[in-house]
């Protein structure tokens, strides 16, 4: 048997679903029903109208068995696109959001597209950083929700990033994460040179820095839960425990055990076992 969880971001009985599904409600915004077989053929066009997401889980988790959570940063931990934002603000927007989004369909090598869009902010200030904090960047709504479902349970979470250091950083003091890495770019003189500096923060250092950080609290990827939405987050979400694609690029939607195409953070907690 198959537990199917869904979950609204409004009160719901679900009363779409077919009629011989024993659905049993669990708040006014889940259910869960014992099922042999999912077909998300038929059912995906359902919680599509319905703005209903649903996942599948041969044994359902509990969200107190986990040990830590890494996250992404761009559109997952905050709304916006770092880079695509101080692009804006240097006046290059444009041609930097065209390569960007065609780095996170898998349409782009990710290395070569960072470089290409990096290399867009040489000569422009480093105070582009205290810009763009201060008059772009969002956090997700309803984060605050997650995050203090992770705190309940005493669970570590770090912010993994594709985008840069200091942004990172300001994002891991504001949202009490324990720790953040991402990629740096280098300054001379206050200035971006155009190029990068130290450890790429591509695809497969995501998933090394998740498993590192497991062996280091002596946990098994099991106890791991990741977040992301690009291209470049599917080896950190196929290497936790449960990879969850928060509004992701189509190319994600198969590598995540937890899809949110509808609901969000204020949701998340839901799809675990009460």
């Keep these: 048997m198959t537990t199917l969880v869904l979950v609204s971001r409004k009160e719901s009985d679900f009363g779409f679903l077919p009629s011989d599904w024993p659905v049993v409600q669990e708040t006014p915004q889940s259910a869960s029903v014992e099922v042999d077989d999912v077909d998300w053929a038929t059912l995906t066009p359902l919680l599509d109208h319905h703005a209903c997401d649903a996942a599948a889980f041969a044994v359902r988790p509990q969200l107190?068995?986990?040990?830590?959570?890494?996250?992404?940063?761009?559109?997952?931990?905050?709304?916006?696109?770092?880079?695509?934002?101080?692009?804006?603000?240097?006046?290059?927007?444009?041609?930097?959001?065209?390569?960007?989004?065609?780095?996170?369909?898998?349409?782009?090598?990710?290395?070569?597209?960072?470089?290409?869009?990096?290399?867009?902010?040489?000569?422009?200030?480093?105070?582009?950083?205290?810009?763009?904090?201060?008059?772009?960047?969002?956090?997700?709504?309803?984060?605050?929700?997650?995050?203090?479902?992770?705190?309940?349970?005493?669970?570590?979470?770090?912010?993994?990033?594709?985008?840069?250091?200091?942004?990172?950083?300001?994002?891991?003091?504001?949202?009490?994460?324990?720790?953040?890495?991402?990629?740096?770019?280098?300054?001379?003189?206050?200035?971006?040179?155009?190029?990068?500096?130290?450890?790429?923060?591509?695809?497969?250092?995501?998933?090394?820095?998740?498993?590192?950080?497991?062996?280091?609290?002596?946990?098994?990827?099991?106890?791991?839960?990741a977040i992301g939405d690009g291209a470049n987050d599917i080896p950190m979400l196929t290497a936790a425990g449960i990879g969850v694609g928060y509004h992701p690029k189509p190319a994600v939607i198969a590598h995540a055990d937890i899809v949110l195409r509808h609901t969000g953070y204020e949701t998340l907690s839901l799809f675990f076992k009460p």
Excluded: C
Excluded at 87 to 94: D, F, H, L, S
Excluded at 108 to 135: C, H, N, P, W
């Design 64 to 225: 107190a068995d986990f040990k830590l959570v890494a996250m992404d940063m761009d559109a997952t931990t905050i709304e916006n696109e770092t880079l695509d934002e101080m692009a804006a603000i240097a006046g290059v927007g444009p041609q930097v959001k065209a390569v960007t989004e065609k780095a996170m369909r898998g349409e782009l090598d990710y290395e070569a597209s960072l470089r290409a869009r990096v290399a867009t902010m040489k000569g422009f200030s480093s105070s582009l950083y205290t810009d763009v904090i201060e008059q772009r960047l969002q956090v997700q709504p309803q984060i605050q929700t997650w995050l203090t479902a992770l705190d309940m349970h005493s669970i570590e979470r770090i912010l993994i990033s594709g985008g840069f250091q200091p942004v990172v950083d300001h994002f891991v003091e504001k949202l009490g994460f324990h720790a953040g890495f991402a990629n740096r770019m280098t300054i001379v003189d206050d200035r971006f040179t155009g190029d990068l500096e130290g450890d790429l923060v591509d695809s497969q250092y995501k998933a090394r820095r998740l498993m590192t950080r497991a062996t280091e609290l002596g946990i098994a990827l099991s106890q791991t839960i």
